[in-house]
C-alpha cells in the first residue's frame, strides 16, 4: 500500500490509569465515566456542605418520608395512594377511580409531562439534583451508607486500591448487606402501593410459593435497585435516562443552569499569581461532583443541577477571602453580562400548554361519578326472533366506587310502547366498592314490533346525588320482513 493510502497515525492516547489513582481533569469532549481505554472509571464523590445541599437534604428526607408514609395514612378509609390492581380500583387522597376510568391516566400524563418542559425551559435540571427518586436515594441512602463505612473520597479510593485485607472485606461486606436491606425495604414498600401495608405484612407471613408473584417482583427488583445503587450509579442518568438529551431540545441561553463566570475566573490560577482570575485551580469543584464533570468547560449532558460544585466553589472563596458565586445559578445570558428574560416564546408557549392541560385534566375527573356501569350485549346472535317476539339480550355491570353501601335504581326511557324489560325490576344494593353484572332482556310484541330502534339505560342513585346514562340499540329484523313472513304462514297482526 502506497503512502498516500496510508491513514494518517492517531495521536498517542493518555497514559492507563492503575485503580484506584487520582484521576486526571476530565474534558469537554470525553464521558467522565469512561477511561481511555473504554473501562468504567468509578467516581469517587466528595462530601460538600454549604447551603444547597442543606436545602437537597432536607427536601430529600421529605421526599423519602413522604414515600414512606403514603401507604400508612388512611383517608376514607383506604391508604392515601393505594394502586389496588387486583379488585380494579385506585385511591388517591379520597379519591377513587374504577378501571374504566383508567383513560383519566392520559391527562394526567400529558398534564406532567407539559409540568415538566415547562419547568425544564425555566429551571433546567432542576427535577434531577432535587427530587428524582434516582438521585434523592443514591444521595441521601445509599451514599451515606458508603461514606459512614469507608470514609471520604481518598479514603475510599486508597482502600479500592489497597490489599484485600481484613478490614477491607468486612467493610465491603457491611457496605453492600446495608445496600441490599436498603433495596429490599424500597421495593417492599413500593409492592404496598398496590397490596396495601396490612396485605403485604400478611405475605411476609406465609410461605413464599403462597404469593409467589409477588416473592418474585420483590427480589427481582430489589436486585435490579441494588445493582444500580451499587455499581451502575451514575451511569443511569449518562447513558439510560433520556431526559439529559430531551434537555438540550427545551432549554436556551435564558434557562436558569449551573454555570461557571468565565470573566470573573478566568485566567484560572493559584493564590498569588499575577493577573490571575478569582478561580484559584483547586479543582474542589470537579472533585465533588458525583458525574466527575468540570463545570468549569460550560453545561454538559452528564450535569443533574445537584449545585455540590456551587457550595464547594462558595466554601473556597470564603476561604481565598472572594466574593461568592464564582459557580452559581444563573442563565448563560446572566454569565456572559445580559440580562435573564423569564418570559420568551417557548415559556409562554410551554406555559399554555401545561395551563390547557391543567383545565382539561380538572374538567375531565369533573366529570368521574362515584359510580359507574356498562351496557354491552350478551355474546351470541345480536337478536332472537320467535312466534311472538323480538328478543335483545344485554349485561348491565354496576360499580360502586365508594367506601360506603350504595343503592341505585335502574330503569329505560326511550323505549316504544310494546317493549317489555325484564330485569332490574327491584333497586340494586351494591357494598363498598362492590359490582354487579345482571342481564337486562328487552322483549319488542311481534305484532307491534317497530323496527331497530335507540333508547337509554339511566342508572340513578339512591339519594339522587347524579344519573348516569348510556344510550343502547334494539336491533331486529325489517318489520316488512316479519309482516310478509305471517302472511304466508297464515297469522293474523
Known sequence: MSAETNPPALPPGPPLRRPGAPRPLPVRDSVTSINADGSRNFLYPADVHGRFSSGRRLSAYLLIGVYLLLPWIPVNGYPAVFLDVASRRFHCFGYTLAAQDAWLLFFGVTGLGFALFFLTALFGRLWCGWACPHTVFLDHVFRRIERWLEGDAPARRARRAGPLNADR?????????????????????????????????????????????????????????????????????????????????????????????????????????????????????????????????????????????????????????????????????????????????????????????????????????????????????????????????????????????????????????????????????????????????????????PGPFKFNVQVQDQSAAYTLAREVEFLGPDPRMLEEEDREKGIVR
Open 169 to 449: 472485606v468486612l467493610r465491603l461486606a457491611a457496605k453492600h448487606g446495608l445496600y441490599a436491606l436498603a433495596s429490599l425495604a424500597i421495593t417492599h414498600l413500593f409492592l404496598a402501593y398496590f397490596v396495601s401495608v396490612p396485605r403485604l405484612w400478611a405475605y411476609m407471613h406465609e410461605a413464599p410459593g403462597e404469593h409467589w408473584p409477588a416473592f418474585l417482583f420483590v427480589f427481582i427488583a430489589a436486585g435490579i435497585l441494588y445493582f444500580n445503587f451499587a455499581w451502575f450509579r451514575e451511569q443511569l442518568c449518562i447513558v439510560i435516562c433520556p431526559y439529559g438529551r430531551l434537555q438540550s431540545a427545551l432549554t436556551d441561553d435564558h434557562t436558569l443552569v449551573i454555570g461557571y463566570d468565565t470573566r470573573r475566573g478566568e485566567p484560572r490560577g493559584k493564590l498569588g499569581t499575577p493577573d490571575a482570575g478569582d478561580c484559584v485551580a483547586c479543582n474542589r469543584c470537579v472533585q465533588v461532583c458525583p458525574t466527575g464533570i468540570d463545570i468549569r468547560h460550560g453545561l454538559q449532558l452528564e450535569c443533574v443541577g445537584c449545585a455540590a460544585c456551587i457550595d464547594a466553589c462558595d466554601e473556597v472563596m470564603a476561604r481565598v477571602h472572594r466574593p461568592a458565586g464564582l459557580i452559581r445559578y444563573d442563565s448563560f445570558a446572566g454569565l456572559g453580562g445580559q440580562r435573564t428574560r423569564w418570559i420568551r416564546p417557548r415559556t409562554v408557549l410551554y406555559g399554555v400548554l401545561m395551563l390547557v392541560g391543567a383545565a382539561v385534566a380538572t374538567f375531565a375527573f369533573s366529570t368521574v361519578k362515584p359510580a359507574g356501569f356498562l351496557v354491552y350485549r350478551m355474546s351470541g346472535a345480536a337478536y332472537f326472533v320467535d312466534r311472538s317476539d323480538v328478543r335483545n339480550q344485554f349485561l348491565v355491570r354496576l360499580v360502586n366506587k365508594r367506601a360506603t353501601p350504595a343503592v341505585f335504581t335502574v330503569r329505560l326511557a326511550g323505549v316504544p310502547a310494546g317493549v317489555q324489560a325484564q330485569g332490574f325490576e327491584q333497586p340494586v344494593t351494591l357494598p363498598p366498592l362492590g359490582e354487579q353484572v345482571s342481564p337486562l332482556v328487552l322483549l319488542a310484541d311481534r305484532k307491534a314490533y
